[in-house]
């Protein structure tokens, strides 16, 4: 079941402490857009359930990217896409709305998200220790 709306929100408020719900609506409709053209097949759609509505249109329908970017690129993209954001900044808008996005998805799907993804990402989902196995080192 999708997670609704304003629980998404709240939660990734809560997680990057913004002022502001718009500031949250912000960093998660950027950072979705990245994630998508990084995620194939039942996978993605499978974490697309698990979202709002608007937000699983977005990662359905994301930004496109000619090759799987590493973390830093990743969130170097994102600084990009944020006005007025830092390398720093996205950093912590990222880790805040994959955080969350790892949170809905469960530790089964999101293990299969970071198997489609660089090997540098856990720590982006909030997954420091993560093998492409699952278990800790």
């Not at 990084?38 to 994301?62: C, K, S, W, Y």
């Not at 007025?84 to 880790?95: I, P, Q, S, Y």
Request: net charge negative; aromatic share 6%.
């Amino acid at each position: 079941m999708a997670m609704r709306w304003e629980a998404f929100l709240t939660a990734v408020q809560d997680r990057g402490a913004y002022r502001e719900p718009h500031e949250a609506e912000r960093a998660s409709r950027v950072v979705l857009a990245l994630l998508g053209a990084h995620l194939v097949g039942t996978v993605r759609a499978e974490l697309a359930a698990r979202l709002p509505e608007t937000f699983a249109l977005i990662l359905l329908n994301p930004l496109q990217s000619v090759e799987p970017l590493n973390a830093e690129r990743f969130v170097r993209a994102t600084a990009a896409w944020i006005d007025g954001a830092t390398e720093a900044t996205a950093l912590w808008d990222v880790g805040a709305v994959l955080s969350v996005v790892a949170d809905v998805a469960g530790p089964d799907l999101t293990n299969q998200v970071l198997t489609q993804l660089p090997a540098d990402w856990p720590p982006l989902f909030g997954r420091p220790d993560h093998t492409d196995d699952g278990t800790l080192p």
